[in-house]
């Protein structure tokens, strides 16, 4: 069955850096996009970032753009979230997701975000 | 660019029915499909609606869903309301530079 399994939170510094996992199991890593999402705590869901199926385009929500970075291993059917300058405002749950469409899709990518991790909690604080 | 507009809380009774909007404040609700998200307390999301009206299979087809573009809005409609359905629910699409872009959720109450 398909797994998402995050990792990498934990508590850091304000100005610090953290980089985030995302292992994947169960599915054929090389031909899906993979998102993450945030939550802070007790707010909604927020986009951060979208790597597609073959890496060739990346995009990130504006609040993290220059400081966030995605990639993916495809050795290790892993998807990364690189994290630098972290402010305060970045504490939050991070989720990674995995993007696909059926039948008539929009661009690739930009999909329904199908299977979820269970998340893992990023706390900025000095 | 799009942003989505979800009332902030709704509440109805079991058995009843309840519907859900989200209203595109900027952008057209047609240019992307638009996603339904179910998240319950402490646990992740899941989708509940995809690509306008798709059910995933495991979703009860009490979940339905639609595109009114004369409102530019999409609705989710849950029909014969069960305490389980409690839960926030989001809705999602992209924007014109590719960007995921989330409702600000809306908490539902089965009372």
């Known amino acids: 069955q398909v797994q998402l399994v995050e990792s990498g939170g934990g508590v850091v510094q304000p100005g610090g850096s953290l980089r985030l996992s995302c292992a994947t199991s169960?599915?054929?890593?090389?031909?899906?996009?993979m998102h993450w999402v945030r939550q802070a705590p007790g707010k909604g869901l927020e986009w951060v970032a979208l790597i597609w199926y073959d890496a060739t385009n990346i995009y990130y929500g504006d609040s993290v753009k220059g400081r966030f970075t995605i990639s993916r291993d495809y050795s290790k059917d892993t998807v990364y979230l690189q994290m630098n300058s972290l402010r305060a405002e970045d504490t939050a749950v991070y989720y990674c997701?995995?993007?696909?469409?059926?039948?008539?899709?929009?661009?690739?990518?930009?999909?329904?975000?199908?299977?979820w991790g269970q998340g893992t909690l990023v706390t900025v604080s000095s | 660019n799009l942003m989505l507009t979800q009332p902030h809380s709704v509440s109805e009774s079991p058995g009843k029915t309840v519907t859900i909007s989200c209203t595109a404040n900027s952008g057209s609700i047609a240019s992307k499909y638009v996603q339904w998200y179910q998240q319950r307390p402490g646990s992740a999301p899941t989708i509940v609606i995809y690509?306008?009206?798709?059910?995933p299979s495991g979703v009860p087809d009490r979940f339905s869903a639609s595109i009114d573009f004369s409102s530019n809005s999409a609705s989710l409609t849950i029909s014969g309301l069960k305490t389980e359905d409690e839960a926030d629910y989001y809705c999602q699409s992209y924007n014109s530079n590719n960007q995921g872009v989330f409702g600000g959720g809306t908490k539902l109450t089965v009372l």
């Open positions: 997701a995995r993007a696909y469409c059926e039948g008539h899709c929009n661009s690739p990518g930009l999909e329904p975000l199908r299977d």
């Open positions: 690509q306008d009206d798709g059910r």
């Open positions: 169960g599915f054929p890593f090389d031909r899906y996009a």
